[in-house]
């Protein structure tokens, strides 16, 4: 289990360092787009609890968190900033 936490991390870290994802303007979670300036708590309603998820950078006030998701079987990163999405990856 610790391996796996220790890849996920990796995949975000990588992800918000190198941009290693390929970039999506939208997702759909159970028929909610899932676009830049959408709320987490409508994320979290649209596409349940994330499989991980970490502070990349930042304090309270104004941190960027990484949620990683396995939507139809594709990986993808959310990146929010101050509770707003504001990047989307797909894992490759």
């Known amino acids: 289990m610790k391996k796996h936490i220790c890849l996920l991390l990796g995949f975000i870290a990588a992800g918000v360092q190198a941009g290693n994802g390929t970039e999506v303007a939208n997702i ?16 979290i309603s649209a596409c349940g609890k994330p ?16 949620v990683l998701y396995n939507i139809k079987g594709k990986k993808y990163v959310v ?3 101050t509770g707003q999405v504001v990047k ?5």
Do not use: H
């Not at 909610?32 to 709320?39: A, E, L, P, V």
């Not at 499989?51 to 990484?66: A, I, T």
């Not at 989307?88 to 490759?92: D, K, V």
């Open 28 to 43: 759909n979670c159970n028929g909610t787009w899932i676009r830049s300036g959408t709320d987490k708590l409508e994320l």
């Open 51 to 66: 499989e991980y998820e970490e502070v990349v950078s930042g304090d309270n006030f104004n941190k960027l968190e990484g």
């Open 79 to 81: 990146y929010l900033k």
């Open 88 to 92: 989307i990856e797909w894992l490759r």
